[in-house]
């Protein structure tokens, strides 16, 4: 007990909560009570908050929503989700020494790295997160100035971005095949495996592991494509990809997949002629080479891939719409009835440090100024207290879960709320709106039916219900077989 109550003292005094050596005193004299002898601090943190001082308030509040994240989400989720309620980076840089920021804050996302690759972060528990971190073994970030150049394999770049992004040997021929090795037949829901095979050669393999090999040769296939999603993505700007002519068919190589969609372009004529001073070693036409590169695609007929409310000119409008997004993501009803009433932050000495955090971040984050903020916060509030408040119950709702992606009919969708009710077993598909009768609009209708479809794609048999949660505090249900459109 006395190890977990320190842990929690380390984290209190960390940058995340900035509680003082007084703070912490109050909270040990508080357990010394005789109301409350010999109970855990977190316990005692959580339940007597109104009674301690005002930075550990603002910790408790924090540590029952982390505690939520925790217990619901896998460790990367979770993390990822705590590192931007908390502004983690921020706060831990701000506190740390010139000499040792950049260490600290790639330590800080080393971690979420390390939440994700950790057992390829399938069937990651935070107990085994926790346990493999502290046996070690586990590499520390290396350090680069930003103008260098980083060397990393896919699954080492992954949580990491760079302006240019080289991918080297994209054309390089398939493995061969294994020999002496073992297949594993074992889904995830089965209790113990459904096979299992010593196979000397995937060349030529028995009859009775034809289908478990063939599975697992689709399983890495969509694994590299898997990978070169993640390559892909690295670059903000400029992806190049590199590659030799192999000596043999490289079959499906990034290069391969890329190449049909590429257009070649000529270097600028600047660009391709030679130094005047330097010496002509190179046949004539040499200088001159074709670069392919993929389009940029269009973005029209793009309205059914993501629901956006203006993100494309990021108007006002849109701006206050992703802040009252944002807001609800992280639970922040707490920080938004603080933001209804805070002004400046400089001017509320009154409000907690998780309100004022929430005042500045939200408009840094989304360029809005305070009174837009508030607006926004009111909104949140509103949808989290109004008519679908139930939707976070947990006495009502039995699973839950925020950005949640389907893939359905080749396109991508991503519902703001989705959750299971106890009672009738019902999934609804719970959209969140700043418009004030999004009913009315035939393409957020439309919206609205394909989430539907996807869900009953996804759960064969189950009841799926849609409605919109508005910042009236509003629930609009769309009921099956209303019109896409008119």
Sequence with gaps: MLFRSLSLARALKSPLFGASDADLTALALLRRAEAHPGRPWLALLLAEADHLPPTLQAAATALALYTTWVHSLPPHDALDAIYHHGDVLARFAAAARPEQRQAVLANLRALLTTALAQGGGRYLTP??????????????????????????????????????VLMLDTDAPPAAADSMGVLVDWPGEAPAPRRFVFLASETSPPPSATDTLAAELAERAREEINALYVAMTRARQVLALSAVKPHRDSGRSPWRRIEPQAQAVEVPERAAAATPDAPNTREAGAETFFMPFVPVPS????????????????????????????????????????????????????????????????????????????????????????????????????????????????????????????????????????????????????????????????????????????????????????????
């Design 299 to 486: 973005v029209e007929g793009s309205q059914a891939a993501i629901e956006n409310e203006g993100i494309e000119t990021r108007s006002d409008v849109a701006r206050l719409g992703e802040a009252m997004h944002w807001l609800l993501e992280h639970g922040a009803v707490e920080a938004a009835e603080g933001l209804e009433s805070a002004g400046s932050p400089a001017a509320t000495p009154g409000a907690s440090p998780a309100h004022l955090a929430f005042v500045t971040r939200a408009a840094r984050e989304f360029e809005l100024p305070l009174d837009a903020v508030r607006q926004a916060a009111t909104m949140a509030r509103r949808i989290r207290t109004g008519e679908g408040r139930w939707a976070w119950d947990s006495t009502v709702i039995d699973w839950q879960g925020n950005e949640v992606t389907l893939l359905h009919a080749g396109v991508t969708q991503r519902i703001d709320r989705l959750v299971r009710r106890r009672d009738t077993g019902e999934w609804w598909v719970l959209d969140y709106k700043s418009a004030p009768r999004p009913e009315e609009q035939p393409e957020l209708v439309a919206q609205m039916n394909r989430y539907r479809d996807a869900m009953r794609n996804a759960n064969p048999g189950a009841t799926v219900r849609v409605a919109f949660l508005t910042g009236e505090g509003r629930v609009v249900e769309v009921p099956s077989g209303v019109a896409n459109a008119g």
């Design 127 to 164: 107990y085994a997160l926790v346990r493999a971190l502290r046996q070690g073994g586990i590499p520390a970030p290396g350090r680069a100035d930003a103008a260098a150049v980083r060397l990393l394999t896919i699954h080492g770049a992954k949580g990491l971005e760079a302006d240019a």
